[in-house]
């Protein structure tokens, strides 16, 4: 795994991306970088490749769902049937592409992990799990969703019980919504479970 060598990176793509993103989500990312800083130093992980990987995350969540689903299109990219539905969790694949074309995020850690922020991925790191919880437990999202608290509770003990917990509150609201789950989020909570030693189940 490589290392982010300059500590200051994320200030230096904050400032960049200020041009072109919405001050109201630049705000949701300032608060996820200031936790996944948090919890990266909590579990001794790399921070600054951390906060990167936050800095970056919705670089394009504000880009309309038509026009992601444009730019997905453009680049021949197989998009699953859900996520079509859905366009708006393509914002990660296309912010992912964007961040190496037009902002010189190379590092593949911090590109895969912001690829994937919706619905994580089983060869997550912990450091893309930080982002990832830090991500969906944005104070303004508890306050909408209660049930995150317990979330991120369980994130200063391990982020992979908190992100099952998150996937497990996720897949609640799919059945009762009667909606689809994303196959990759089926994906990532076997993944965790099978890790947390909670694979087992009835034949
Ligand atoms: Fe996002
Ligand atoms: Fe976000």
């Known amino acids: 795994m490589t290392k982010i060598d300059t500590p200051s990176a994320d200030l230096a793509l904050r400032e960049r991306m200020a041009a072109e993103v919405p001050a109201k989500m630049l705000k949701h990312i300032d608060r996820v970088v200031k936790l996944t800083d948090r919890l990266a130093r909590r579990h001794h992980?790399?921070?600054?490749?951390?906060?990167?990987?936050?800095?970056?995350?919705?670089?394009?969540?504000?880009?309309?769902?038509?026009e992601l689903l444009r730019r997905a299109e453009a680049r021949?990219?197989?998009?699953?049937?859900?996520?079509?539905?859905?366009?708006?969790?393509?914002?990660?694949?296309?912010?992912?592409?964007?961040?190496?074309?037009?902002?010189?995020?190379?590092?593949?850690?911090?590109?895969?992990?912001?690829?994937?922020?919706?619905?994580?991925?089983?060869?997550?790191?912990?450091?893309?799990?930080?982002?990832?919880?830090?991500?969906?437990?944005?104070?303004?999202?508890?306050?909408?969703?209660p049930a995150l608290a317990e979330v991120r509770e369980l994130a200063d003990r391990s982020l992979e019980e908190a992100a099952?917990?998150?996937?497990?509150?996720?897949?609640?609201?799919?059945?009762?919504?009667?909606?689809?789950?994303?196959?990759?989020?089926?994906?990532?909570?076997?993944a965790l479970l099978r890790r947390l030693g909670r694979a087992g189940g009835e034949a």
């Open 164 to 190: 099952v917990k998150y996937l497990d509150l996720r897949l609640q609201e799919s059945i009762e919504r009667g909606t689809p789950v994303q196959p990759m989020a089926t994906l990532t909570r076997n």
């Open 45 to 66: 992980l790399d921070v600054a490749k951390a906060r990167l990987m936050a800095q970056g995350h919705d670089l394009v969540r504000a880009v309309e769902p038509a």
């Open 76 to 145: 021949g990219m197989a998009i699953d049937p859900v996520d079509r539905g859905s366009p708006v969790v393509l914002h990660g694949p296309i912010g992912a592409l964007e961040l190496a074309e037009r902002f010189d995020v190379t590092d593949e850690d911090v590109r895969f992990a912001i690829w994937w922020h919706t619905p994580g991925h089983p060869d997550y790191t912990p450091e893309a799990w930080a982002m990832f919880i830090a991500d969906k437990v944005d104070p303004h999202k508890v306050k909408r969703w």
